[in-house]
């Protein structure tokens, strides 16, 4: 069983958008390793993947929570989802999503939930477009997590008026 990180509190919410019947039942497992408490998850089928299914956790732990969560359930297959984090007074907000083909995104988020993207990484973009290896317009769509969004709103959608479990721990 994994460790919770430490850190000051926060809270975040864990999306699953598709996963096959099999799997959930390992995802439960790998996030309660996470948070150290079992979790149970109440999963409705995901209309956009029929066979799918579909779950929400509202969770409350250390920062760095949505970082151990996104670890423990990368590279899985067939597996959709997005965890986030909301800032500390200490620690920046986190979201990542993950889905079959792209793999994970990270992004660093403010307080209002807006995607922070890095000077550097700004830097790196306009260089990348600069060369012609690609156009600047591609480069932000990759560094606000564009193919990710675009990927998984079909997903969202079929998920809206579906039920929020809420788990709370103490830290």
């Known amino acids: ?5 430490d850190g000051p ?7 699953v958008h598709s996963a096959p019947s099999a799997l959930c039942p390992h995802i439960e497992w790998a996030v309660g390793g996470v948070l150290g408490v079992a979790v149970s998850l109440d999963w409705t089928p995901q209309p956009a993947q029929p066979g799918s299914y579909r779950a929400e956790l509202s969770w409350t732990g250390a920062a760095g929570t949505a970082a151990a969560v996104a670890s423990a359930l990368r590279g899985w297959n067939h597996l959709r989802f997005e965890i ?6 200490s620690t920046e907000g986190t979201r990542f999503s993950c889905t079959p083909d792209l793999g994970i995104f990270h992004a660093i988020t403010g307080p209002h939930g807006d995607i922070l993207i890095p000077e550097d990484r700004l830097k790196a973009a306009v260089v990348k477009a600069a060369l012609g290896d690609t156009t600047l317009l591609l480069e932000i769509d990759q560094l606000l997590g564009k193919p990710w969004d675009d990927e998984l709103e079909t997903f969202r959608h079929a998920g809206e ?3 929020v479990r809420w788990l709370h721990q103490v830290v």
Not at 9 to 15: E, K
Not at 84 to 89: D, I, K, L, N, Q
């Open 161 to 163: 008026g579906a039920p």
């Open 84 to 89: 986030t984090e909301e800032p500390t007074s």
């Open 1 to 5: 069983m994994a460790s919770r990180p």
């Open 9 to 15: 509190a926060t809270r975040g919410i864990l999306y």
